[in-house]
């Protein structure tokens, strides 16, 4: 059976208050036994270098890649299978937040696909880019942070969400299904403007 998905909350948090950041009755779209959450995490502007836990309605996430850390944009993707409720809380708890930081989620429900991730890629480089390989009748996930942006145009993959963080920062997601197999699929996440970004992606075939 084909994976398919539904782009389900993107939220953010300016200057959380501690490196637990608690983001409260997130949409987890339909309930399903074959649903996994895939959560794309985007953090910037604060001592942020690591994301430690998530937990999606108290289920523990396991991480699936991680861009590469620093104290000016981070990005990492994690998963978790929750096959019950249809909004939840996710906790995110990262190695170190503080008042200048901000911090966001993109939000997936993914159906019927493969417990771990076929393929994964992250880049640093600004613009980011990346190749990844898809299964047929696979979802390809991407999440990206620029510091110094507004928007983010995406090649090669479909943008679900651009959400500022106070006017100075831009976490962005994106995601596809793909009927055929794609090999060493190209993937860019382009801020407009020059700035610190980070990328991560990850593909899943079907179950």
Request: proline share 3%; hydrophobic share 40%; glycine share 12%.
């Amino acid at each position: 059976m084909a994976v398919t998905f539904s782009f389900t909350a993107s939220v953010v948090v300016e200057a959380p208050a501690s490196p637990t950041v608690t983001f409260s009755a997130v949409s987890l779209g339909t309930a399903s036994a074959t649903r996994k959450i895939v959560v794309g995490v985007a953090a910037g502007g604060g001592n942020v270098d690591s994301i430690t836990s998530v937990t999606v309605a108290t289920i523990s996430a396991t991480l699936v890649i991680a861009s590469g850390g620093g104290t000016s944009a981070y990005t990492e993707l994690w998963q978790a299978d929750v096959p019950t409720g249809t909004t939840g809380d996710i906790v995110v708890v990262s190695s170190g937040v503080d008042a200048k930081g901000r911090m966001g989620i993109g939000v997936y429900a993914v159906y019927d696909a493969a417990s771990v991730a076929n393929d994964t890629g992250n880049s640093s480089a600004d613009p980011s880019t990346d190749t990844i390989n898809v299964p047929a009748d696979g979802v390809l996930i991407g999440c990206a942070i620029n510091v110094s942006n507004t928007t983010f145009t995406w090649t090669g993959v479909t943008e679900r969400y651009d959400e500022q963080f106070g006017g100075t920062s831009v976490q962005s997601g994106a995601a596809d299904t793909f009927a055929t197999l794609q090999t060493g699929l190209s993937i860019t996440a382009d801020g407009a403007l020059a700035g610190d970004s980070r990328m991560t992606l990850g593909s899943w075939g079907p179950a």
